[in-house]
């Protein structure tokens, strides 16, 4: 109850305008994406890389043996080799810390120390999962580019036909996998493929500019240069380019690149007024489909897991087909509380992580994901809990999760300052999957990454 209740001799003698005597929780990210990562051992003493490698299968064998040829030792067959491809993980070493003076702690009104701690977890865990999330959708070190990879667009109109077209970003297009599996540079190899406009051409290098102007999440704008001339038609600012072995990026109504996505209101290459190119159920069905084409396994409990930010779940909401499948009884969890739900074998998962990109005309882009078992592979240092114990010298080592939370004791003249610190040794990669072609699986795309599917969008206000 209020003081002014109490008797006026005693008011001024209750001491009012003290701190209160604990820290209060701050927001914090919603994560989720380390969560999908395959964890494997990087062994000490190997050095900053390891190169690991994936073997492929051997194509059936539907043609029958021929009879006539069935002599000699080798009964008329002959030997077939499976083929590999491999990807680099490279290792980094991350960390943060916190000084805390023992003794400004000590007549503090709060536990400095243990908030120190709890907000260095938090940051441990943030910092892990966007250099996850930064990986699936940007690439790892050494790689083929993420699976934002290899889909831009023409950001400059030619003059006149040439082969230096400008892109928004070159990410899956500076490296390709030699016939040995190898990753290699764009120009030590026979070129790729590539879809500009309505042409394909052979790229033969890629080139950053000196001043980064991509508008994608962490992209790099550049100079793709081909073969032969790019026609001007072709070479027109906003046109798709897409190379051949890119990952599967979809949109609503077949949208051909980010820019061309419309909100409400705008018109459409045939003046037809659009509703809003929000995130469809159709979308998820046709990203689902690509998945299983490729026999991509599914995570826990058999689902695939997409990441989306809230705005792009709100557009799901407003989906009709999204309506219609929660209609009645099954509509009242997903309503009610629009937090995690299984869908069409697909766990939607919102996060606050999610890539936000500035509005390219229509609005801002929103960039859902749906990732499949072995999409991401997170190499931890084999040795991270014993490489500290014996340079502590009375500090104490905390092994969570595969990171070391530190405090090293006071070394400072009056002993009063300790530091309390985090660090974690590792990397993410992305395993490539071009052994899994038609040979092997008849409905197999052509990416090097098969087992996440990108959806942009639009996102939806409230």
């Known amino acids: 109850m209020s003081i002014a209740n109490f008797p006026a001799a005693l008011q001024?003698?209750?001491?009012?305008?003290?701190?209160?005597?604990a820290f209060q929780d701050a927001l914090e990210s919603r994560l989720g994406f380390?969560?999908?990562?395959?964890?494997?051992?990087?062994?000490?003493?190997?050095?900053?890389?390891?190169?690991?490698?994936?073997?492929?299968?051997?194509?059936?064998a539907t043609t029958p043996l021929n009879p006539a040829s069935n002599t000699n030792f080798d009964n008329g067959m002959?030997?077939?080799?499976?083929?590999?491809?491999?990807?680099?993980?490279?290792?980094?070493?991350?960390?943060?810390?916190?000084?805390?003076?023992?003794?400004?702690?000590?007549?503090?009104?709060?536990?400095?120390?243990?908030?120190?701690?709890?907000?260095?977890?938090?940051?441990?865990?943030?910092?892990?999962?966007?250099?996850?999330?930064?990986?699936?959708?940007?690439?790892g070190q050494n790689g083929v580019g993420g699976y934002l990879g290899g889909n831009t667009r023409v950001t400059a109109t030619l003059a006149a036909a040439g082969t230096a077209v400008a892109v928004d970003?070159?990410?899956?297009?500076?490296?390709?996998?030699?016939?040995?599996?190898?990753?290699?540079?764009?120009g030590a190899s026979g070129g790729m493929l590539v879809t500009v406009g309505a042409g394909s051409y052979t790229l033969v290098g890629a080139v950053a500019d000196a001043k980064n102007t991509s508008t994608a999440p962490q992209g790099i704008s550049g100079t793709l240069t081909?073969?032969?001339?790019?026609?001007?038609?072709?070479?027109?600012?906003?046109?798709?380019?897409?190379?051949?072995?890119?990952?599967?990026?979809?949109?609503?109504?077949?949208?051909?690149?980010?820019?061309?996505?419309?909100?409400?209101?705008?018109?459409?290459?045939?003046?037809?007024?659009v509703t809003g190119d929000l995130l469809t159920i159709q979308a998820m069905l046709a990203a689902l489909s690509a998945?299983?084409?490729?026999?991509?396994?599914?995570?826990?409990?058999?689902?695939?897991?997409?990441?989306?930010?809230?705005?792009?779940?709100?557009?799901?909401?407003?989906d009709d087909d999204f309506?219609?499948?929660?209609?009645?009884?099954?509509?009242?969890?997903?309503?009610q509380t629009g937090q995690i739900f299984d869908l069409l074998g697909i766990r939607f998962i919102p996060t606050t992580e999610a890539p936000q990109q500035a509005s390219l005309g229509a609005g801002g882009?929103?960039?859902?994901?749906?990732?499949?078992?072995?999409?991401?592979?997170?190499?931890?240092?084999?040795?991270?809990?014993?490489?500290?114990?014996?340079?502590?010298?009375?500090?104490?080592?905390?092994?969570?999760?595969?990171?070391?939370?530190?405090?090293?004791?006071a070394l400072d003249r009056l002993a009063q300052i300790i530091a309390q610190s985090w660090c974690w040794i590792g990397g993410f990669a992305l395993p490539t999957d071009l052994t899994a072609n038609t040979t092997i699986i008849p409905t197999a795309t052509n990416s090097y990454l098969k087992r996440c599917v990108v959806i942009e969008s639009l996102g939806a206000s409230a």
């Open 34 to 60: 380390r969560s999908i990562a395959d964890r494997m051992d990087f062994p000490a003493r190997i050095g900053q890389t390891i190169t690991d490698t994936r073997a492929g299968l051997l194509a059936p």
């Open 78 to 139: 002959s030997p077939t080799e499976w083929s590999v491809e491999q990807y680099t993980l490279s290792i980094n070493q991350y960390g943060n810390t916190m000084d805390l003076n023992q003794v400004t702690e000590g007549v503090g009104v709060a536990n400095q120390f243990v908030a120190n701690a709890h907000r260095l977890g938090i940051n441990a865990r943030q910092t892990l999962d966007r250099l996850a999330r930064n990986a699936l959708y940007g690439g």
């Open 323 to 335: 309506k219609l499948l929660y209609r009645g009884q099954y509509g009242s969890d997903a309503y």
């Open 169 to 186: 970003d070159i990410r899956g297009f500076q490296t390709i996998l030699s016939d040995e599996g190898q990753v290699i540079a764009i």
């Open 226 to 273: 081909f073969s032969t001339n790019v026609s001007v038609a072709d070479g027109t600012e906003g046109m798709a380019v897409v190379a051949a072995t890119a990952p599967l990026v979809l949109r609503p109504n077949g949208r051909s690149t980010t820019s061309g996505l419309l909100a409400a209101g705008m018109k459409d290459a045939n003046g037809t007024v």
């Open 365 to 409: 882009i929103h960039r859902a994901i749906i990732c499949g078992q072995g999409a991401l592979i997170e190499g931890d240092y084999a040795n991270m809990g014993n490489a500290f114990t014996d340079t502590l010298d009375g500090g104490e080592l905390v092994h969570v999760d595969d990171v070391c939370m530190i405090t090293r004791p």
């Open 12 to 21: 001024p003698v209750i001491q009012q305008g003290y701190l209160s005597r």
């Open 291 to 318: 998945l299983r084409d490729n026999n991509v396994p599914t995570l826990d409990g058999g689902v695939y897991h997409c990441y989306l930010d809230n705005s792009q779940l709100l557009g799901l909401f407003r």
